[in-house]
C-alpha cells in the first residue's frame, strides 16, 4: 500500500544528510540505499522505529 501523500520527495542537489523513515517498508529502505549510494550524501539518518 502506497500513501502517495506520504510519497514527496524534493531532493536538495547539495545536501550531505539523507533522513529517511524508519518504519518504511523494505523495499523503500533499499531504495534510499540505493539513493545514498547514487549521491553525494555523507550520512544516512533513519528516524522512528
Known sequence: MI???????SPIKSAEIL???????D???????AEFKSSNYRQI???GN
Open 45 to 47: 539518518i533513519t528516524t
Open 27 to 33: 523495499y523503500a529502505i533499499q531504495e534510499a540505499v
Open 3 to 9: 500513501f502517495t501523500i506520504l510519497s514527496v520527495t
Open 19 to 25: 533522513v529517511v523513515q524508519g518504519w518504511l517498508p
